[in-house]
């Protein structure tokens, strides 16, 4: 057994050593978008630090808790906290709580994050369903000797974000009166935010959506053959579109506005993607 592959297999073993739930859905909370784990019935609460292989995390915002419950009465697991490329962590460590949570037993992976619009439609507070990513990480968690036991070399990427599972999501939104938009989420290193003539770039490319989380774990979970909804919070203009500068205040602000939206359409739309098979 391949060293990454055991690691997984102890982290696993820890969290079922605490539970007799078994998650069908996951969740990974961005920056400021922790407080759906209030909703959690019969949840059990484990910090980060009591799974093996698991690192604390420093962001801001980030709790570093690994909670299992009941949301709306599906068996979930949910991430609060994740780790960046930018914090120095290598991608496949980024990319392990994604391999735990999936090999947990979950089909369905929700990523949330918090970006900032590049579309100037975009408003702070708005919903992105993510439909496709752009990875200008410079860097996949996939590099190195293929691990076997979790998926193929050459994973397909037609579908990183499950097209009928996203659709469920725009019917449920709209059933709810919650606006949303559809669009590119492009990932990139930073910790730096972007300079104006990034993000006429990245617009110039096609994406929506900017920020530095998501793509690794979306790689992670399509390799494991897990489906993937993604749904950016956008907290803030992109760099360069309204006069001022950015600030981390700024983007936790914007997350607040999107939270209640999120924990509205999260709650009503678990059970329906929970009972696809
Ligand atoms: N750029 C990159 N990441 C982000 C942003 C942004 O404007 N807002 C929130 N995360």
């Known amino acids: 057994m391949s060293e990454p592959y055991q690691q997984i297999k102890e982290a696993t073993a820890a ?5 007799t739930l078994i998650p069908k859905l996951g969740l990974i909370l961005g920056s400021g978008l922790g407080k759906i784990a209030d909703q ?5 609460h484990i910090p980060y630090g009591e799974i093996p292989h ?5 962001v801001e915002g980030h709790a570093g808790i690994l909670s299992i419950g009941k949301l709306s009465d599906v068996p979930v697991v949910l991430l609060r906290g994740r780790f ?10 980024v990319a392990f709580p994604t391999r735990v949570v999936c090999a947990l037993g979950i089909r369905t992976l929700i990523l949330t994050n918090a970006a900032g619009g590049i579309n100037t439609r975009y408003r702070p507070g708005d919903l992105m369903l993510i439909e496709d990513h752009i990875n ?13 036991e979790l998926g193929p070399r050459f994973p397909d990427m037609t579908e990183a974000y499950h097209r009928d599972s996203l659709n469920t999501v725009r019917d449920t939104a709209t059933r709810l009166d919650i606006p949303t938009h559809k669009g590119v989420y492009v990932g990139l290193l930073g910790p730096t935010y972007e300079t104006p003539a990034e993000i006429r770039m990245l617009r110039t490319l096609g994406g929506d959506a900017v920020g530095m989380s998501t793509v690794p774990e979306s790689i992670a979970a399509n390799h494991l053959g ?10 803030n203009h992109a760099a360069g ?5 950015l600030t981390h205040q ?3 602000e914007g997350s607040k506005l999107a939270s209640e939206k999120l924990g509205r359409l999260l709650s009503n739309v678990v059970p329906l993607l929970a009972t696809v098979g």
């Open 15 to 19: 969290i079922r050593s605490k539970t």
């Open 40 to 44: 959690l019935k019969e949840a059990v």
């Open 54 to 58: 698991f690192h604390a995390t420093s």
């Open 84 to 93: 960046h490329r930018y914090e120095g962590y290598p991608m496949q460590e």
């Open 136 to 148: 200008l990480m410079g860097d996949n968690p996939l590099l190195g000797p293929n691990l076997k």
């Open 226 to 235: 897990v489906r993937v909804v993604g749904i950016s919070c956008i907290t």
């Open 241 to 245: 579109i309204s006069a001022h500068r």
């Open 250 to 252: 700024e983007v936790m």
